[in-house]
């Protein structure tokens, strides 16, 4: 059986650290990180997690300003108040919660931040750092978390084969380039596959570490685990219960039942992974607030 | 036995359609794109390249500006020409040649080219767009060559499994990313593979499209590489005579004796990748050309 991750635990311990570095700043500075969140419309996914990030940065004493425009709101409107927001001496990481309605390029959107204020990490610039093996840059929050559990429960990744399964630009793109770097925390070979792959378990069946942002429950059964993989499970599904809504629930993309029988080691849903991506984000903002403030450490 | 990818007449065949699309747009515009190439110091392999890059351009119609800089040169004077040519509305696309001597910091410098001129592909907004899927960005050439390589002798790409060797910002890296993305000149199930493996034959003999960019003669040997796969041998290293120097000869990372026999097609050294990569640096500057003079196709 395999030994379940757990990440809500993790996560505290991480936010405790960032909480007493904020503290000492505060000290030392007399000021405290600012963390922009912008979200447009009614998405109720969305405020759920907007309202979540901005308890996440009460917690710790991260200063956040939440901005909340109506779902009309034109593209240029929305440029022109994340260019207010790159102004803003006291606002060290911007956030804009996607998905965006539908008549908002996001791509425009998020190439409007000022890449050392973009926290999430989806500004070009730094995708193509985190690419090149420049650390001065912002990781993706969710990437950013697995790295950190596989960090903690896999030693010596040299030539450990790491397979994602999902290509997106939120997950599966950014953790493959970080987790090939030539660093300790990586140095891993990737393999990336997705929907275009005929046999899904002929790769994941490979993996020493399985990574999977596929987007679907079910995606992954037992006996496409190889004995002994750590595997983390990025998925987030709401499972409606047919006679009583109130108890639907959410469950990831691999089968946990299954799964949790032939890995070494596995991230529940929910509770592994999700706590990780907003502590990374608090993190990223406490690191956004050092760069702007130039404290070197 | 396999066929024998020739990249030599595959290049003329592109650069023969770059000339014909420079005349017209010269009748169109009066203007010919041009291409700013830098070198810095005495290199001698950097002072043949530079100098066949020079020579393709004339070639095809494009005008070619070449600064030659001392090798004492410093960080500062080196970015200041390149804000010059950043400005200069006859100079499409820039080049720093690589390497650069050990006192000048190359991110620093290539990180000033406007991405708008960077037809090298190496500046992070390129490369950040590139792995994002936002084609509105110019590609490393060396992996553009190995991609149109690629889509003309593998038919239907949509889940073949292509293996990288080698982690190389020039390379390595880009190709992988470029290679997974969902479109039609890509699509591929992707691992990238590296010194870190145990054992890259692991990796190798699994591949319908073998990338070898490792710098190391005889790095792939006939029994790594799985029947009917197509081999891209991106590797140049110089074989020394120890009795008569001028009968050096260039070969791969691949050995093409042995792999010739078991793969379905392979690109030979010299004369596979190679004028593809200066190739794709035209294709690359007539594209700059396009973008500054508001030119849609």
Redesign the interface.
């Given at each position: 059986m395999a030994i379940i991750i757990d990440g809500k635990s993790i996560a505290e311990e991480l936010r405790a650290e960032i909480r007493k570095e904020v503290n000492e700043l505060k000290s030392k500075t007399g000021k405290l990180p600012g963390l922009a969140v912008i979200l447009v419309g009614e998405n109720p996914a969305s405020q759920v997690y907007v309202r979540m990030k901005g308890k996440a940065c009460e917690e710790v004493g991260i200063v956040s300003f939440q901005h909340t425009l109506h779902h009309d709101t034109s593209q240029d409107d929305l440029v022109s108040l994340i260019r207010t927001l790159n102004a803003a001496p006291e606002v060290n990481g911007i956030l804009v919660q996607l998905p965006l309605p539908s008549h908002i390029n996001e791509?425009a959107v998020i190439n409007a931040i000022d890449p050392l204020k973009d926290v999430d990490g989806f500004?070009?610039?730094?995708?193509?750092?985190m690419?090149?093996?420049?650390e001065d840059?912002f990781y993706p929050c969710t990437p950013l978390g697995c790295q950190e559990l596989i960090n903690r429960y896999v030693n010596d990744l040299?030539?450990k084969h790491l397979v994602m399964v999902g290509?997106s630009?939120i997950v599966g793109?950014?953790l493959?380039?970080m987790m090939?770097?030539?660093n300790k925390r990586a140095?891993?070979?990737?393999?990336?596959?997705?929907t275009?792959?005929?046999d899904i378990g002929y790769?994941t069946r490979q993996a020493d570490i399985l990574v999977v942002a596929a987007g679907k429950p079910n995606t992954i059964r037992g006996n496409m685990v190889k004995e002994g993989a750590v595997v983390i499970d990025v998925g987030v599904n709401r499972i409606e219960n047919p006679t009583d809504s109130a108890k639907s629930k959410l469950v990831g993309d691999v089968n946990f039942d299954e799964v949790s029988k032939v890995a070494a080691a596995i991230t529940p849903v929910p509770g592994g992974v999700g706590p990780l991506t907003i502590t990374m984000l608090l993190a990223n903002t406490l690191k956004a607030f050092k760069y702007h403030n130039k404290i070197v450490q």
């Open positions: 791509n500004h070009p610039v730094n995708v193509g750092k690419v090149i093996g420049d840059c040299k030539g290509r630009n793109k950014p493959a380039n090939v770097q030539k140095n891993c070979i990737v393999t990336i596959c997705h275009a792959a005929a790769f």
